[in-house]
């Protein structure tokens, strides 16, 4: 008898998580965000002064510059592609030059119009640097050179400051 009491509870989950995904499938979805596929899409290390570079003693200036550009490629998805650049100069000569750009396929549904652009600004960019990073530093090292390690970047902070650049610009002089 109480195998029987337990075989007719399972009988009455199961219908009822039938029941339950049905129902679900009807109901429009909320906001969704996946990542679909992480890659390394570009590579390029450059040391021009090899091997004399090697010799210099003197610390090297390390110069970053970002850039972050998405692309829809079907519905839902977009390619979110990071550039870094980092340039490393002694004195006048450049030691190296490192650009990667870490890019990613991210599955993003129902968002709202005016919040996808923070995702595939700031969202999807977070996901992608540390990729960026780890590849710029392995790079570093390949190369001969003492290791390279980039500081957190705020995207949430740079998208803001770009926004406000472009209010600014865009704003009539009164004068």
């Known amino acids: 008898m109480a195998e029987d009491k337990k075989t007719k509870s399972v009988t009455k989950k199961t219908t009822a998580k039938k029941a339950d995904n049905v129902s679900s499938e009807n109901q429009p979805q ?22 004399e570079i090697f010799t210099n003693r003197e610390a090297p200036k390390i110069s970053i510059e970002l850039n972050n550009n998405a692309k829809p490629l079907s519905d839902g998805f977009f390619e979110v592609a990071l550039q870094i650049t980092v340039t490393s100069k002694q004195a006048d000569q450049t030691a190296f030059l490192i650009d990667v750009t870490q890019a990613g396929i991210f599955a993003i549904k129902n968002v709202p119009e005016e919040g996808m652009e923070p995702v595939l600004a700031i969202t999807c960019p977070n996901i992608l640097f540390p990729y960026a990073r780890e590849a710029i530093s392995d790079l570093v ?35």
């Not at 909320?30 to 021009?48: N, Q, R, Y």
């Not at 803001?160 to 650049?165: A, P």
């Open 30 to 51: 909320g906001p969704g965000f996946g990542i679909e596929k992480l890659f390394l899409k570009d590579v390029s290390v450059e040391v021009p002064n090899s091997p």
């Open 141 to 175: 090292i390949k190369a001969g050179f003492s290791p390279v390690l980039l500081n957190p970047i705020n995207f949430e902070t740079l998208y803001m400051q770009q926004k406000q650049q472009q209010a600014d610009s865009s704003a009539p002089n009164v004068n």
